[in-house]
């Protein structure tokens, strides 16, 4: 199991954009699965974006076309960069992982999109 870090959250505002970090403790080379929940208050945690071993890259649909996934196996870090972000984007955003049948996740970063 990896320990997992986000940074890169905040207070914007809507039409802005956030790029997230998230740096592993070991390497993400192997991992079956990279990706990029949310969870907002009241709401279940949902998938943002992942990369898979196979190289897709499902996204939710509420943000296709704003959000762009991508890692730095080098560098053993995944990124969540978002573009055009809106007042329901708020959330508290988590890295997750998953080699096999372990999986392991971040402690978590707000992104708040406010006026």
């Known amino acids: 199991q990896v320990q997992l870090v986000e940074s890169g959250g905040g207070l914007v505002q809507p039409g802005g954009s956030l790029r997230l970090s998230c740096l592993a403790s070991?390497?993400?080379?192997?991992?079956?699965?990279v990706g990029w929940y949310r969870q907002a208050p009241g709401n279940q945690r949902e998938l943002v974006a992942a990369?898979?071993?196979?190289?897709?890259?499902p996204y939710a649909d509420s943000v296709k076309g704003r959000f762009t996934i991508s890692r730095d196996n080098a560098q053993n870090t995944v990124y969540l960069q978002m573009n055009s972000l809106k007042p329901e984007d708020t959330a508290v955003y988590y890295c997750?992982?998953?080699?096999?049948?372990?999986?392991?996740w971040g402690q978590g970063t707000q992104v708040t999109v406010s006026s």
């Open positions: 997750y992982t998953r080699y096999r049948a372990t999986a392991s």
């Open positions: 070991g390497s993400i080379f192997n991992m079956d699965v």
């Open positions: 990369i898979t071993r196979g190289g897709s890259t």
